[in-house]
Each structure stands twice: as C-alpha cells, then as structure tokens.
C-alpha cells in the first residue's frame, strides 16, 4: 500500500466507524507516520482493535478535549475518553509557549486512551527546538520484578532531542522487554521471542508468545527496568491525578483496546537553560564521536531509514490484516 492509502483507509475505517473528522484524522495522521518508518505494532495492526473499542462505547470518538493552564510552568488538557493524539494537538503549542517562556515546562493529558507511539509526540516538540520527555503508563501486562502475575503495564517512554540539521533523534521503548505489540504480531505469525521476555501463568519463563499473553511480560533489565516502570506509573498517574497500571486495568472492560489513563510529556528549551544554540553543536559532537565506533548507530536510525523509503516502496500488509481492515471500512 501507499501512505496516502493508508491514511485514506484509516479514514474511512475511524469516520464509520464512531469518529468525527477531527479525531479520525489525528490517529490517521499518527497510525500512518508509524507505518512509514515501520513502525508496524503502532500501525495499522492497531486499527481493529480501536475499533472494537469505539463500537462498544468506551472510546468517545468526538471527543472534545478541553485546556487549563493550573500554572505558568503546566499545562492541561482533559482528553474527553477519546484517543490522546487529538489532545495532544490541542495541547502543543500552549505547552511550546510555557517551555519558552519558562525555560521548562509540563503537560498533563488526562481522561485519553493511548494506543499509539510516543515518538510522534516528543519528535514534534523536538522539531520546535525543544528537548522532549513523554511518559504513559497501560493495562497491567508486565511483572514487577521478582512477581508472577502482571502489575504493571508496559510503561513506555520516549525521549527526543533537536538537532542542528536534520529530524530530531529520538527514541521510543517500553520498559518491558519487548513491546506488547511485538508479542502480539509474534504469537500471530507463529514466532517464537527470544529469553526473558515473559512467562506462562504459572510464572515460568517461556518463548511462546500465547503464553506469555496469558501470563506477563517481564521488564528489560530485571529490578532496573521495573523501577523505571514503577518511575513511569507515578508520573503519568499519581502525579498528574490519574490511574496507575494495575487502576487502569481493574477499571477496563478487557476488550483489547487501551485503558482511560494520562500521558506526562516534559519540554524543555535549551535558551531558556542559558546555554543557547551552543547546545546543539555541541550535542552533534557526541553524536558524531558515539556513532565513529564501527557498529554504533543513533537510537531511531532504522525509524529514519524506513521513512525515506516508504513514500516511493510503500508498506507490505498482511493479507489478513488488509481483509480485516476492508471488511471494517465496508461495515
């Protein structure tokens, strides 16, 4: 498929199906920049299932998502139970503003079902010239370390950083070994993971993607990665008024789809630090000296790869996805 005909069957999938124009496009214009730098778990694999979601009512497809500014360094917005891309479209440029005008600054996004990467997020804010930290927690999926069943959920977070000539680098990871997503599409294709990513419901480690759906994920690092987990659960719940993972979860209708919770995204602009333009000079320093070892990349090279070639070699879909996705745009 194209971009442009992906962003047109999502479309047509989300106004069908419970959407209003402005938050169709919102997940469209988020669904196909996933797709174009290969992102595919944050894809159109997700489309089914946020349509379940938005047929049985939990997701408000005409949100209307409202701002407040509490302070001069935070910003608001309640997302109205629809999907966050949109109230981070209302959200951005207020929080732009206070970053500038106060060197740092926050915003809260609360009430919103994220079902989609972060790295959209915190790359636009970097593509203002601001350095970007997001955080949002998930239905419990992932053990916290040294537990059998699944507490916390699989906490992403994103982080980006503008630079001098060219897209931000930003990277975008779970504080689970692997992305829910990922373990999704290998229990669907019939792929083994590799060790350490989940165990069985009996809590022993295991390679099978369906058990591990049926027990937990495990977090990256062992204790490391669940202290950065149980970090993310009380930055995009308690601090910000919202639900932690295991809330989110006793509180969710278990259809698949994400869970009501909040999203914590931090700005902060390098002249407000007094530190200047000389910020990014001397960021592609270390750039370029990480990158002079044989084998070194950036974090979200490939992402960046992927969105050069996409526009003319376009995307590979499973057929069966494409049939399911039809079979929703014709419903």
Not at 58 to 63: M, P, T
Request: proline share 6%; charged share 20%; aromatic share 4%.
């Amino acid at each position: 498929m194209t971009l442009d005909e992906v962003h047109a069957i999502i479309m047509k999938v989300l106004l069908k199906n419970g959407c209003d124009e402005a938050n169709a496009t919102a997940i469209a214009d988020n669904m196909t920049s996933a797709e174009r730098d290969h992102a595919v778990s944050h894809g159109l694999f997700r489309l089914p299932t946020s349509v379940t979601s938005l047929q049985n009512g939990k997701i408000n497809g005409r949100a209307e998502p409202t701002l407040s500014r509490p302070s001069a360094g935070a910003v608001r917005v309640d997302g109205d139970r629809g999907f966050t891309p949109l109230a981070f479209k209302l959200g951005k440029p207020a929080l732009v503003e206070a970053a500038r005008t106060n060197g740092i600054a926050a915003l809260a996004i609360t009430r919103t079902f994220h079902f989609a990467a972060l790295w959209p997020e915190t790359s636009a804010l970097a593509e203002e010239g601001l350095v970007a930290l997001a955080v949002t927690s998930s239905p419990p999926y992932v053990a916290a370390a040294g537990g059998k069943r699944a507490f916390f959920g699989t906490n992403p977070m994103s982080f980006a950083f503008p630079r001098k000539d060219g897209p931000p680098m930003a990277f975008d990871q779970a504080s689970s070994a692997m992305a829910r997503g990922e373990v999704m599409i290998h229990a669907r294709d019939g792929h083994m993971v590799p060790d350490g990513v989940g165990i069985d419901s009996e809590g022993q480690p295991t390679n099978d993607p369906n058990e591990i759906l049926k027990g937990a994920q495990l977090t990256f690092g062992g204790y490391k990665g669940s202290a950065i987990a149980l970090m993310i659960d009380l930055l995009a719940g308690p601090l910000i008024g919202e639900a932690f993972s295991a809330e989110t979860g006793r509180a969710d209708n278990g259809d698949g789809g994400p869970a009501l919770g909040g999203e914590l995204i931090l700005a902060i602009d390098p002249v407000g630090m007094g530190t200047g333009s000389q910020v990014l000079d001397h960021a592609e320093e270390l750039f370029a000296e990480m990158t002079g070892q044989e084998g070194v990349r950036l974090p979200g090279d490939r992402r960046l790869k992927a969105r050069n070639e996409t526009p003319t070699e376009g995307i590979q879909v499973p057929l069966s996805l494409h049939q399911k996705i039809l079979e929703l745009a014709e419903a």
